[in-house]
């Protein structure tokens, strides 16, 4: 079982549209979790950190379900300029390491 | 500059030559990392430096391929006896340092093996 998970898409959606991504995780230790933005031939680059309580960067909106071990990613209100590849980021606890997932592309569709 | 910075930007080089890329982190970022991503693919975690000192090396591929850092500053990524699969783009990233701190990528290393 990989150590993080993603549903790889694409998840094509209309402007305006809203859309959820989901990414498990296999240790159950992990203790930081992020969200990046990937767009195509860049680097990646931090869309938001995520928090036990959940939290919310306009329009978007990251969860963790640490029972079920996965975090969750919101976007609402979907513009053109969402269309990315969206990565999920662990770190599990006593390392160092950030372990990505293979991302999920989404292109919002005029 | 304020962001990581590495170099070269592209590289094309014949199989069997040695290539080196660098990185420039962050000024402050006492942590390092060396990611991997071939063409439509995921990162693939190579190797992590804190300070000058390399507590990570398990994504390493194989023998062939080596990374130093000096000074707690510069890092350099070397490959050796290139082969194509190691066609991919090379990403450094750096952070604070601390469990849980944002890292931040540089625009990458595109490396073609012809």
């Known amino acids: 079982r990989k150590e993080v998970e993603q549903d790889p898409g694409p998840f094509n959606v209309p402007e305006g549209a809203t859309v959820a991504f989901n990414c498990t995780y296999s240790?159950?230790?992990?203790?930081?979790f992020f969200w990046y933005r990937q767009d195509c031939r860049k680097e990646p680059k931090l869309l938001m950190s995520?928090?036990?309580s959940g939290n919310e960067d306009g329009r978007f909106t990251a969860q963790l379900n640490r029972a079920s071990q996965y975090i969750s990613l919101l976007i609402r209100d979907s513009k053109l300029s969402d269309s990315a590849t969206y990565l999920c980021?662990?770190?599990?606890?006593?390392?160092?390491?950030?372990?990505f997932g293979t991302g999920t592309r989404l292109k919002v569709l005029a | 500059g304020a962001g990581v910075s590495q170099s070269p930007s592209n590289k094309v080089t014949e199989k069997g030559k040695d290539v080196e890329l660098r990185c420039d982190p962050i000024?402050?970022?006492?942590?390092l990392y060396w990611y991997r991503q071939s063409l439509g693919q995921g990162l693939e975690f190579l190797i992590y430096?804190?300070?000058?000192?390399?507590?990570?090396k398990s994504g390493l591929p194989s023998d062939r391929f080596s990374a130093e850092r000096t000074g707690g500053s510069v890092s350099t990524l070397t490959i050796q006896r290139t082969q194509q699969e190691d066609s991919a783009v090379y990403l450094c990233?750096?952070?604070?340092?601390?469990?849980?701190?944002?890292?931040?990528f540089g625009e990458g290393s595109w490396l073609t093996v012809v």
């Open positions: 990233a750096s952070s604070l340092g601390s469990a849980g701190n944002t890292i931040y």
């Open positions: 240790n159950s230790a992990s203790q930081s």
């Open positions: 995520v928090y036990s």
């Open positions: 980021v662990v770190t599990p606890s006593g390392t160092y390491k950030y372990i």
């Open positions: 000024s402050g970022h006492t942590a």
């Open positions: 430096f804190q300070g000058n000192s390399a507590p990570d």
